[in-house]
Structure formats: structure tokens, C-alpha cells
């Protein structure tokens, strides 16, 4: 260990900068396809994501525990990871770069962080279910936030007649 980190500080530095690269790689990964529907790309996001927190969960928890109280640059990492989502999630939807859109993601994402933590800790509902929520609480949350622009609109119709066709 000493060999390639010169103290114990620097090799979990290194691990959450690795699990937080590997994180938004997975995602970019799932919702480059910008041809999709908005909600086929939201899912294929939300699938990688929680593809990493199954695979990876304590690379994930690490990710996201460390954040709270520790060292300035874990902290740093973190925040910028929990940035990065919120910009790729409203570039790859194509929302407007406002403040209030910015704050509603990062607010959704913090959402995603805490209930995927909670079900990898407990497992107590089932993915699918657990999606749908996520995706829902999106819906909910750029409602709240009384966003309305065309992407917003062009998500939330596509998303109602997806839950009209798995009717």
C-alpha cells in the first residue's frame, strides 16, 4: 500500500476520486445516445446508476458517506461528483442551465443518493419500483420547481405515455 500511496489518506482519497470517475463514466456511458426519448435516456441513466450501486456497493457508500465532515479534498470530490450528475442528467434531458434548474437537480440527486443507500442497505423494494420512484420524483421535482420549458414539457409527455403503455 505504502509503495504506491504515501499514507493511508491518500489511498481513500484515491478510492473515492476512482468510485466517483466510475460512477459518472457509467452514466455518460448509458445516456450518450442523444436520439433517445427523454425518459428512455432518464432510465438508461437510472439503470447505470444503480448497476454501480449493486456491483459496487461499498465503492458507492464510500463515495457518498465520506463527504460528510471529513477531509477537504474527499469533500471536494464529492461535491463535484453530485455537480457533474446534476449538469450530465439536465445536458443529456437538455433543461435549461438556470439557477433554479440547477438547484432542483441538485436537490433530486441528493434525493437519488439517499434512497439508493437505503435500498442497497435494505433491499426492501424492488428495482423496477425503485426506478419508477426516481423517475418519478424528477417529474416531481421539475414540476415543483414550475420548470416549463420545452424539454421540461417534452419529458413530462413522454413520460406519461410511457406509463400509459406499461398500463
Do not use: C, M, N
Not at 27 to 46: K, M, N, S, Y
Not at 69 to 94: K, W
Amino acid at each position: 500500500l505504502y509503495h504506491y500511496f504515501p499514507s493511508k489518506r491518500d489511498y481513500y482519497v484515491a478510492t473515492v476520486r476512482v468510485a466517483a470517475e466510475r460512477l459518472l463514466e457509467a452514466t455518460a456511458a448509458a445516456t450518450a445516445d442523444i436520439g433517445l426519448a427523454p425518459t428512455e435516456l432518464l432510465f438508461r441513466g437510472l439503470d447505470a446508476y444503480l448497476d454501480f450501486v449493486e456491483r459496487h456497493g461499498e465503492a458507492y457508500a464510500t463515495l457518498l458517506r465520506s463527504g460528510i465532515g471529513s477531509d477537504p479534498e474527499v469533500v471536494e470530490i464529492v461535491e463535484r461528483t453530485r455537480g457533474a450528475f446534476a449538469r450530465q442528467l439536465r445536458e443529456r434531458l437538455g433543461l435549461e442551465d438556470a439557477p433554479l434548474t440547477r438547484l432542483a437537480l441538485r436537490g433530486w440527486v441528493g434525493f437519488v443518493e439517499v434512497t439508493s443507500l437505503d435500498w442497497r442497505a435494505g433491499r426492501e423494494i424492488e428495482r423496477p419500483r425503485l426506478r419508477r420512484l426516481l423517475a418519478r420524483a424528477l417529474l416531481g421535482t421539475l414540476a415543483a420547481a414550475e420548470l416549463r420549458s420545452p424539454a421540461v414539457v417534452a419529458l413530462v409527455a413522454d413520460a406519461e405515455d410511457a406509463a400509459l403503455s406499461q398500463s
